[in-house]
């Protein structure tokens, strides 16, 4: 039995609505990274042209909606995560008509917009900054300038380090420095001054008018730093983010901007929200970011960093479900970003690594809450990993002690069509080159094939519409467990937990049943009901079942 068998007759038969409310709960978003999703004018570089001819591919995939990352304009000195104009669209990615089409577009086909907003820092060209260096009056304290320490302050202000590696820490020509946790060209806002809120809350009631349906907040835990800016006293800072408590990271004072955030966008009609991407040392520090009058989700990035065991992966998803429905929260899932290294490659690259990745999206779609996709997952695209140094752009690759700086191989422009580079990504090449291999990964190539990876996903998101036991976290009744005397309690959400082999994970919700199993070998155990989709063959004769290595099943009854 492969990922062909009934998911499609399942799904036309039966529907699958969220009586609780707030499309968000359940949504499958897809993140696209505009510069790698289309090429819609023959520049080697993706666009909003691009990614609108695109939006077809997303309706069939299956999903709610569309997170575009910024198409602002920039330098680009970060991917465009360096805005200099909050509400313009850079040349190199349109126009504003261009962004008004898209929002149309995609709404035309039942999929709602999310787009970035990048409220930590600046450009270095954006105005204020440009101000701030030019000795306009005030316009400093819309930043973090402080003096220098040592006896002629040629030491930085403190030992903050850049995430990127180096000091966070700029000096301008009149002796000053200004705070950047990333580069140099990203100055830190000080959200202690008045002006920053007002603008903010302008630029998104800006795009809110426009007709977006939300917002991916960057940086969310960072707006807010300790008071005084105190010494860190160790280094690789980088390395504690999300594992220890920090001075310029998830302070208590982010909070109340998320919560006026949380009124603006429940002042517009439509269900619009904001997602947090924020990094916290404890589960239960994350889900303060989606208390009732905060943000609606936060990216769970425990889950993608959890290794290939299964008791890292219960515990992670235990902790996680326990935080946010402490707080009557959806939780998100997420294997992959456009700032780590694809699944396909962690999970061990090759075979084994496409058949794990294959096993965890059937895993990551089966647990309640929201599920995050990005681009290319759905094709099984593995990490680029042997990138010429001459052409990559991250800004990390030229600077030493802060991340590895090679996010640029998971961001090589995505596979359409044909046997060639661009394969259908513009009618030019592609600003990243792309591996010779990926002509059998792409769109046109895995369409129709019922064992390919497109097809595994496609097939999974109509099931995951089309069974009333998934969906929204509050979906369903009470699960039935498979084994009762061997279950534990069931979730608030109606997912139970269910004895299993070694190896072997299995949970059950209402009508359904999902089973992982981790090792490297088959695994045989009772079937805990009729196979829906695998992400391998299965083998049962309707009492038991034989669970091939490394794979995912869903089960129904």
């Known amino acids: 039995m492969t990922h062909d068998s009934t998911a499609v007759q399942l799904a036309r038969s039966s529907s699958n609505a969220t009586a609780s409310g707030g499309w968000w709960r359940d949504a499958v978003i897809y993140q696209v990274y505009v510069r790698s999703f289309a090429d819609g004018d023959g520049d080697g570089i993706g666009d909003l042209r691009g990614a609108r001819s695109r939006l077809p591919h997303l309706a069939r995939l299956g999903v709610d909606a569309v997170w575009l990352t910024p198409f602002y304009v920039s330098p680009q000195a970060d991917g465009g995560y360096d805005v200099a104009d909050y509400r313009a669209v850079d040349p190199l990615f349109g126009d504003l008509s261009d962004a008004d089409e898209l929002v149309r577009a995609a709404h035309a086909l039942g999929l709602r917009v999310i787009v970035d907003v990048v409220p930590n820092h600046t450009s270095e060209q954006h105005p204020w900054f440009r101000a701030a260096l030019a000795g306009e009056p005030g316009a400093r304290e819309r930043y973090h300038f402080r003096p220098g320490r040592g006896a002629r302050g040629e030491l930085p202000p403190n030992d903050w380090e850049s995430i990127f590696g180096g000091p966070a820490w700029t000096r301008v020509a009149d002796g000053d420095w200004y705070l950047h946790l990333f580069a140099p060209e990203q100055p830190d806002l000080d959200w202690d001054h008045p002006e920053v809120a007002a603008e903010f809350a302008s630029v998104l009631r800006f795009w809110l008018d426009l007709g977006i349906d939300g917002f991916r907040v960057d940086v969310a835990h960072g707006m807010v730093k300790a008071p005084g800016l105190p010494d860190i006293g160790r280094g690789a800072q980088a390395t504690l983010i999300g594992t220890e408590p920090l001075p310029f990271f998830d302070q208590d004072g982010v909070h109340e901007i998320h919560r006026s955030w949380r009124r603006l966008l429940d002042s517009y009609a439509g269900e619009r929200i904001g997602v947090a991407e924020a990094w916290a040392p404890t589960s239960e520090r994350l889900a303060l970011y989606v208390r009732p009058d905060e943000l609606h989700q936060a990216f769970n990035f425990r889950f993608l960093n959890c290794p290939w065991d299964p008791a890292a992966m219960r515990t992670v998803i235990d902790e996680s479900l326990a935080a946010t429905t402490a707080v009557g929260a959806p939780t998100t899932w997420v294997l992959s970003n456009h700032d780590v290294v694809r699944h396909v490659t962690r999970y061990g690259g090759g075979a084994r690594g496409l058949a794990r990745a294959r096993a965890s999206a059937l895993l990551m779609l089966a647990l309640p809450g929201s599920a995050y996709v990005y681009q290319g997952e759905e094709l099984g695209l593995p990490e680029v990993v042997d990138l010429p140094d001459e052409v990559r752009q991250d800004p990390a690759f030229l600077r030493t002690a802060g991340q590895d700086g090679l996010r640029d191989g998971c961001r090589v422009p995505l596979p359409w069509s044909g046997t060639e580079p661009p394969y259908g990504f513009g009618p030019a090449g592609s600003w990243l080159p792309q ?80 089973t992982l199993n981790s090792r490297s070998e088959p695994v045989e155990l009772p079937a805990p009901g009729r196979p829906v989709l695998s992400s391998a063959p299965v083998e049962t004769d309707g009492r038991t079942v034989r669970l091939p290595p490394d794979s995912c099943t869903w089960w129904s009854w």
Do not use: K, N
């Open 435 to 514: 591996p010779a291999g990926w002509g059998g990964l792409s769109v046109a190539a895995q369409t129709g094939d019922p064992h390919s990876t497109l097809e595994l996903y496609r097939a999974a998101l109509e099931l995951r519409r089309a069974m009333p036991g998934l969906g929204a976290p509050e979906a369903g009744a009470d699960p039935g467990p498979a084994d009762e005397a061997a279950s534990e309690e069931a979730y608030p959400c109606g997912m139970r937990w269910q004895s299993a082999p070694e190896g072997v994970l299995l949970f059950t919700r209402p009508g359904f049943a999902c």
